[in-house]
């Protein structure tokens, strides 16, 4: 039943969004969205201050990874609206759902380059899933409940509401709609029964089947059914990195993730495999190398939510679309039914048994006590299962890929489509605040976190402790280990030169700053941060020169991976 009102746009906007179960936003206030402001200081909506509005809707996506519901983050017109475009291309690039509402000039401004105008319907039109503009107060309603529901729906991403400010001040007659439709949005969902009976018969054939197992398992939260699917047929399980966390990386069966960054024997046996069973992956570059050469002598049954990503970059000898857990369930009852077990996939996981134990004890890693890999294995050891990760962007992100284990899936999450760095640390903060009783930790390099630190201040000022695990190798990591091996050594723009000091910089904002330099004081910090009522920052200088090791370089397969001498 539709409710009637007669209100303000503004007042509006808060009623609409409390009906669909928000319970805080991430933003700053300016001119054009003052109105806003007035009503959200007297509805129930708590307001979590951003210092910077790409942070509010970084913080806004990290919420909504964890959570799987849309986090919101406000922000003004002009320079508000546009600081706001880089964290929509975050979460449109990682499907993850939130809403951002941004003020605007009023209706009769709007093309006059008026103080603060900037087109941000057209300017983020690339990096969302829909954007609304209301032109009158009274269709502010139905938009919230179209945006909500897009946002969440299908796949997941980012919606934009940018609302003139006339448009916020406003009184109408408001109706809250129950339920929408939104001509020409029909969500994908149902999968086709024959197309996943034609995926059994291939997997049952192959001699050396294996499962790429994407971010889509993650959003879908199709972990028991993956992790079903994989024991009953005994089939090894490799991910993207954005998969990472979608299969216990302690099982028997996993080979942790693939790709510039993935784990050696992964990256071998994905070349020596037949059959891939594909699930919510849209095979990227970054984790199939060349593509051309990925899907030779490969048969790809790929399942995604997305018609759009069907042989965008491979060739799919079998697509199921729909919703990937409701495909696999179906899957899984079909294969209950009629599996048989098979000697050559005793024979195919007796190799991926031998090729996984040999890399995993002879795999080079940096020597010296506080290497990444010692050092993220110690925070693997301290820290319970549950605890959530984010990460930065850099070596750090990479090491993470190669030495974090994830046990508990769902639990990890990183800018991986388009590679934000200071994205981890803001995230964390909207990750705490989905989940306050979880431990939240943002695996972070010091490049990174110097572009959002500050939401230190937001982290103390409202009470919502995080980790930084901050592995500070003075220096933008990954352009300099770039520089070493495709540039002949010609370093330029990455000495940070010690600048500044994260101790003094955290307990300037009130935080907590630790210096670990060594893995006796480094598990004393981890656990002195797991107690902290306030945020931690645990500084742990490494050897500059290290490299992140296996890679593949751009533009070459995943055969040609270069492996730690």
Same mark, same amino acid.
């Given at each position: 039943? *539709?409710?009637?009102? *007669?209100?303000?746009?503004?007042?509006?906007?808060?009623?609409?969004?409390?009906?669909?179960?928000?319970?805080?936003?991430?933003?700053?206030?300016?001119?054009? %969205?003052?109105?806003?402001?007035?009503?959200?200081?007297?509805?129930?909506?708590?307001?979590?201050?951003?210092?910077?509005?790409?942070?509010?809707?970084?913080?806004? +996506?990290?919420?909504?990874?964890?959570?799987?519901?849309?986090?919101?983050?406000?922000?003004?017109?002009?320079?508000?609206?546009?600081?706001?475009?880089?964290?929509?291309?975050?979460?449109?690039?990682?499907?993850?759902?939130?809403?951002?509402?941004?003020?605007?000039?009023?209706?009769?401004?709007?093309?006059?380059?008026?103080?603060?105008?900037?087109?941000?319907?057209?300017?983020?039109?690339?990096?969302?899933?829909?954007?609304? !503009?209301?032109?009158?107060?009274?269709?502010?309603?139905?938009?919230?409940?179209?945006?909500?529901?897009?946002?969440?729906?299908?796949?997941?991403?980012?919606?934009?509401?940018?609302?003139?400010?006339?448009?916020?001040?406003?009184?109408?007659?408001?109706?809250?709609?129950?339920?929408?439709?939104?001509?020409?949005?029909? #969500?994908?969902?149902?999968?086709?029964?024959?197309?996943?009976?034609?995926?059994?018969?291939?997997?049952?054939?192959?001699?050396? #089947?294996?499962?790429?197992?994407?971010?889509? @398992?993650?959003?879908?939260?199709?972990?028991?059914?993956?992790?079903?699917?994989?024991?009953?047929?005994?089939?090894?399980?490799?991910?993207?990195?954005?998969?990472?966390?979608?299969?216990?990386?302690?099982?028997?069966?996993?080979?942790?993730?693939?790709?510039?960054?993935?784990?050696?024997?992964? %990256?071998?046996?994905?070349?020596?495999? $037949?059959? @891939?069973?594909?699930?919510?992956?849209?095979?990227?570059?970054?984790?199939?190398?060349?593509?051309?050469?990925?899907?030779?002598?490969?048969?790809?049954?790929?399942?995604?939510?997305?018609?759009?990503?069907?042989?965008?970059?491979?060739?799919?000898?079998?697509?199921?679309?729909?919703?990937?857990?409701?495909?696999?369930?179906?899957?899984?009852?079909?294969?209950?039914?009629?599996?048989?077990?098979?000697? +050559?996939? %005793?024979?195919?996981?007796?190799?991926?048994?031998?090729?996984? $134990?040999?890399?995993?004890?002879?795999?080079?890693?940096?020597?010296?006590?506080?290497?990444?890999?010692?050092?993220?294995?110690?925070?693997?050891?301290?820290?319970? *299962?549950?605890?959530?990760?984010?990460?930065?962007?850099?070596?750090?992100?990479?090491?993470?890929?190669?030495?974090?284990?994830?046990?508990? #899936?769902?639990?990890?999450?990183?800018?991986?489509?388009?590679?934000?760095?200071?994205?981890?640390?803001?995230?964390?903060?909207?990750?705490?605040?989905?989940?306050?009783?979880? #431990?939240?930790?943002?695996?972070?390099?010091?490049?990174?976190?110097?572009?959002?630190?500050?939401?230190?201040?937001?982290?103390?000022?409202?009470?919502?402790?995080?980790?930084?695990?901050?592995? *500070?190798?003075?220096?933008?990591?990954?352009?300099?280990?770039?520089?070493?091996?495709?540039?002949?050594?010609?370093?330029?723009?990455?000495?940070?030169?010690?600048?500044?000091?994260?101790?003094?910089?955290?307990?300037?904002?009130?935080? !907590?700053?630790?210096?670990? !330099?060594?893995?006796?004081?480094?598990?004393?910090?981890?656990?002195?941060?797991?107690?902290? $009522?306030?945020?931690?920052?645990?500084?742990?200088?490494?050897?500059?020169?290290?490299?992140?090791?296996?890679?593949?370089?751009?533009?070459?397969?995943?055969?040609?991976?270069?492996?730690?001498?």
């Amino acid at each position: 039943m *539709n409710n009637i009102e *007669n209100m303000i746009g503004a007042k509006a906007l808060m009623l609409a969004m409390e009906k669909e179960g928000v319970k805080q936003v991430f933003g700053l206030p300016g001119g054009a %969205n003052l109105p806003m402001y007035d009503e959200l200081y007297k509805s129930n909506i708590r307001h979590i201050l951003a210092r910077h509005e790409q942070s509010a809707a970084h913080m806004a +996506d990290g919420f909504g990874r964890v959570s799987r519901k849309p986090g919101v983050c406000f922000a003004t017109s002009g320079p508000g609206a546009t600081n706001i475009v880089t964290g929509l291309a975050t979460a449109h690039a990682d499907s993850s759902p939130m809403i951002a509402v941004t003020g605007q000039v009023p209706v009769a401004m709007i093309g006059r380059d008026a103080f603060q105008e900037s087109d941000i319907i057209g300017m983020s039109n690339p990096c969302v899933k829909y954007s609304f !503009q209301p032109r009158n107060a009274a269709e502010i309603p139905e938009v919230v409940k179209k945006g909500f529901y897009i946002a969440e729906s299908g796949r997941p991403g980012p919606v934009l509401f940018d609302i003139p400010k006339d448009v916020q001040q406003n009184e109408a007659e408001m109706i809250f709609p129950d339920v929408v439709k939104i001509r020409g949005y029909h #969500p994908w969902t149902d999968p086709a029964i024959p197309e996943i009976e034609r995926a059994i018969q291939i997997l049952l054939s192959a001699e050396k #089947p294996i499962i790429l197992a994407g971010g889509g @398992v993650i959003i879908s939260s199709a972990f028991a059914e993956l992790q079903a699917i994989a024991e009953m047929l005994m089939i090894p399980v490799v991910t993207t990195f954005k998969g990472k966390g979608a299969f216990p990386e302690n099982h028997p069966l996993s080979l942790g993730p693939i790709g510039m960054h993935g784990h050696a024997e992964a %990256n071998k046996l994905m070349i020596e495999a $037949d059959c @891939v069973l594909a699930i919510g992956t849209r095979f990227s570059d970054r984790s199939v190398g060349t593509f051309e050469e990925f899907e030779k002598r490969l048969k790809i049954i790929h399942m995604d939510v997305d018609p759009a990503e069907i042989g965008k970059n491979q060739t799919a000898q079998v697509a199921v679309v729909g919703d990937v857990r409701v495909s696999l369930r179906i899957m899984l009852k079909k294969l209950t039914q009629e599996v048989v077990k098979k000697s +050559d996939y %005793n024979k195919w996981l007796k190799h991926v048994n031998e090729v996984k $134990d040999y890399w995993r004890e002879n795999l080079k890693i940096h020597p010296g006590e506080m290497s990444a890999a010692k050092i993220l294995r110690k925070l693997r050891e301290t820290i319970p *299962n549950e605890t959530i990760l984010t990460t930065e962007v850099g070596q750090h992100q990479m090491w993470a890929s190669l030495f974090f284990d994830v046990i508990q #899936p769902g639990t990890f999450f990183s800018s991986t489509g388009l590679g934000t760095m200071g994205w981890g640390f803001p995230a964390a903060i909207g990750a705490k605040v989905a989940k306050p009783d979880v #431990p939240v930790i943002d695996i972070a390099g010091d490049g990174s976190f110097n572009m959002t630190e500050n939401s230190l201040a937001t982290s103390v000022l409202e009470d919502i402790p995080v980790i930084v695990f901050l592995i *500070n190798n003075y220096s933008l990591g990954m352009v300099a280990q770039w520089q070493r091996t495709f540039y002949d050594r010609r370093m330029i723009g990455v000495d940070q030169q010690n600048c500044p000091d994260y101790v003094k910089l955290a307990e300037s904002y009130g935080a !907590q700053g630790i210096r670990a !330099q060594s893995l006796d004081e480094l598990e004393n910090a981890i656990k002195v941060g797991l107690k902290s $009522d306030v945020a931690t920052v645990i500084d742990i200088p490494i050897d500059p020169e290290e490299d992140v090791l296996p890679f593949v370089a751009p533009g070459t397969p995943l055969k040609d991976m270069i492996l730690p001498s």
